[in-house]
Each structure stands twice: as structure tokens, then as C-alpha cells.
């Protein structure tokens, strides 16, 4: 049975950090790009991250630039978000997703063909 699974997410103070994981089972992530994405509540879910089969090349959304970090183990069959200098404004469910390709185009939800069940992540005092 195909599956990511996230984990890693909680409750953290502004300004904490938090590493996501994002782990696969029963089929090997060495051939696709992998994407964060997340989605606050009553808000569209929008893409955070990606990174591509080789962890050769990564993208980042604006809002996050500076402060997350993708990077992927493939002999773990696992990809990660570092995530620092967190803000309120970040406290979502955190998805990671697997694209149907190697390269990291963007966040066309189309284009991911295997999803995680999501992994809150709550940032408040």
C-alpha cells in the first residue's frame, strides 16, 4: 500500500522550530519530486516547498524563505521540513505530497499524485 506519512508537528512558541518529516511506505521516493504544502483554517491549502528527486533543487514560497529548509534522504525514504523562527501566521495543517515527476515545478495540487494525512502545527504563546 502506498503511503507518506508526516509527523513532527505541535504546539511551539513564536519564534521556536520545528522539523517535519515526511515518510513513505511501500513505494520508493528516489524518482519524484516531493512538496509541503499546508493549509490554515477557512484558507485554501498553498504550497510551501519542494524539492526535487535528487535533492539537487528546491523552491520555497515567499512567506517562508529565509526561515524553512526541504531537504529529502532517499536511503531513509524520508523528506524533511526544517521550519525556524515560526509565527503564528504559519499554524496549519502541514501536507507533504508526491508528484508524479522528478523536478520541482511549483504547486499545481494536480501534479501531486500521493498525499500525506497532514500534520498540525500550532504556533502561539
Known amino acids: 500500500q502506498l503511503q507518506l506519512v508526516e509527523s513532527g508537528g505541535g504546539l511551539v512558541q513564536p519564534g521556536g522550530s520545528l522539523r517535519l518529516s515526511c515518510a513513505a511506505s511501500g513505494f520508493t521516493l528516489d524518482y519524484q519530486a516531493i512538496g509541503w504544502f499546508r493549509q490554515a483554517p477557512g484558507k485554501e491549502r498553498e504550497g510551501v516547498s519542494c524539492?526535487?528527486?535528487?535533492?539537487?533543487?528546491?523552491k520555497y514560497a515567499d512567506s517562508v524563505k529565509g526561515r524553512f529548509t526541504i531537504s529529502r534522504d532517499n536511503a531513509k525514504n524520508t523528506v524533511y521540513l526544517q521550519m525556524s523562527s515560526l509565527t503564528p501566521e504559519d499554524t496549519a495543517v502541514y501536507y507533504c505530497?508526491?508528484?508524479?515527476?522528478?523536478?520541482?515545478?511549483?504547486?499545481?495540487?494536480?501534479?501531486?499524485?500521493?498525499w500525506g494525512q497532514g500534520t498540525q502545527v500550532t504556533i502561539a504563546s
Open positions: 505530497a508526491a508528484a508524479g515527476h522528478y523536478y520541482c515545478s511549483g504547486y499545481v495540487l494536480s501534479e501531486y499524485v500521493s
Open positions: 524539492i526535487n528527486n535528487s535533492g539537487s533543487s528546491t
